[in-house]
């Protein structure tokens, strides 16, 4: 009877592997489900970080750039105007015509003054001859005296008679005296007429170009004399050229005069001109005066040393005045360096927006509480008084807000005298994320400039 009891307890053993499957199955999905909520979190938690580009801080020379624009212009021209009126009967030269200092530009009709001076030398013939009559008057008047003092002294002539020719030779002293006077003054009058003759005809001041002319052959032109007005045409030195600028108020302080500087032309693409600062505006020129709009400008005048290129005037140009140069210094992009406040690292726009909540909630209470324009202007520079330059350095996956002290800068750089050292990784990019975005301690991903991945 043993045998059948063996063979009965031997199918046992499959059911319990059968028992053991469900378990192992649902350890798996166990496991799986645990792998997946794993990467979705680590995945959740990579797309919170903020996405930046970043940059090394590097040693280089930096120069410090004034930008301005303004109008080529000749370094000496001269405004030809008329001091006679008349009808112009020559040109010597048209406009754009090469001329040498004392060659003749116009000439103006000359017969009204010719005959002038011919009228004031008549006068000035007649003027001495009365002078030689008053002379010959009193010649006779000092003879008639002498006589009657003799007459006098023999008591031949009364008291009276001897009193009229004392008057008579006064009288021919005086004529004598108005007649001198009177040629000083003809002499005086023709001087002029002659000077106002030897203005019909102009010459060149200067060796130049024509670069402007505004009359021609027949036309009648008004004399300025001595007031400024009615310009015919004008010469320059085309050979001798400078850029004429308005460096803002900001700036000026940091131009001198030697101070090198860049220009280009806008009519010579691709090349640039080296230029010298030779003068600067002792006062502003101010636009928009009490208006939103105003704008304070001094004049700056840049010489032209490349002389291969002919230049012309108005041209318009672009000069950057070098004004400062540091050699072997820390820098990094002038977009990396921002300002937090001091005490807690806000940005401009939460600051702003913070004065407006504030402002806004204050206006609530009552037009006694509002706040006027003297205490917002009162509440922006103390927030500027508590701003600090600072930039954002990578720190593993996060970054580390560091305070910053800068110097100098060109369109590209800025250097940074304290806080960084030559290799320091800092946040190059967005602008927004730099200046919105980051705060200390903020995990961030780095990503590749858009310029990069082109390359």
């Known amino acids: 009877m043993n045998p059948p009891a063996a063979s009965l307890s031997a199918p046992a053993a499959p059911a319990r592997r059968r028992s053991r499957a469900p378990w192992i199955v649902l350890i798996l999905v166990l496991v799986l489900g645990g792998l997946g909520t794993a990467a979705y979190y680590r995945q959740k938690g990579q797309s919170a970080a903020v996405k930046v580009t970043t940059e090394k801080a590097v040693v280089k020379t930096i120069t410090q750039l004034v930008s301005a624009t303004g109008k080529v212009q000749p370094e000496v021209e001269v405004k030809i105007a008329p001091e006679v009126s008349g009808e112009v009967v020559k040109l010597g030269f048209r406009e754009g015509a090469a001329v040498k200092q004392g060659d003749l530009l116009l000439a ?3 017969d009204a003054y010719e005959a002038q001076v011919e009228q004031q030398e008549a006068n000035l013939a007649a003027a001495k001859a009365t002078a030689l009559q008053s002379k010959a008057q009193l010649i006779k ?4 005296l002498r006589r009657a003092e003799d007459l006098f002294a023999k008591k031949l002539l009364s008291d009276s008679e001897i009193a009229a020719q004392r008057t008579t030779l006064e009288v021919a002293q005086a004529n004598l005296e108005n007649a001198a006077a009177q040629i000083r003054r003809t002499e005086g009058s023709l001087t002029q007429a002659r000077d106002q003759l030897t203005k019909t005809v102009i010459y060149s001041p200067i060796a130049g170009k024509v670069t402007a002319l505004a009359t021609e052959v027949g036309e009648r032109i008004a004399g300025t004399g001595s007031y400024g007005g009615a310009e015919v045409m004008r010469v320059a030195d085309l050979a001798n050229m400078e850029v004429r600028v308005n460096v803002n108020e900001n700036d000026i302080v940091n131009v ?5 500087a860049r220009i280009t032309v806008d009519a010579v693409p691709g090349r640039k001109f080296t230029g010298e600062v030779k003068e600067i505006g002792a006062a502003a020129r101010v636009t928009g005066m009490n208006t939103q709009d105003e704008v304070t400008n001094f004049l700056v005048k840049i010489r032209i040393l ?4 002919p230049l012309r005037p108005s041209m318009s140009a672009n000069a950057d005045i070098e004004t400062k140069t540091v050699a072997n210094v820390v820098a990094v992009p002038i977009q990396s360096v921002t300002v937090r406040s001091r005490q807690d690292a806000k940005t401009l726009e939460d600051q702003s927006k913070d004065r407006e909540k504030k402002a806004s909630e204050t206006k609530g209470e009552g037009s006694v509480a509002a706040v006027n324009e003297k205490q917002q202007r009162q509440a922006a520079a103390t927030d500027r ?7 954002f350095v990578r720190d593993g996956e996060k970054v580390k807000l560091v305070k910053v002290g800068t110097g100098v800068q060109d369109l590209t750089h800025i250097e940074i005298k304290s806080g960084l050292k030559e290799g320091d990784e800092v946040v190059s ?3 927004s994320v730099i200046t919105r975005t980051l705060k200390d301690g903020l995990a961030v991903t780095v990503e590749k400039p858009k310029s990069a991945e082109k390359k």
Do not use: H, M, T, Y
């Open 385 to 391: 008084d508590n701003l600090e330059r600072v930039v």
């Open 141 to 144: 008047a000092q003879d008639d």
């Open 256 to 260: 001198k005069v030697g101070d090198q």
């Open 306 to 309: 490349d002389k291969d290129v």
């Open 108 to 110: 103006i009709k000359p």
């Open 429 to 431: 990019g967005s602008f």
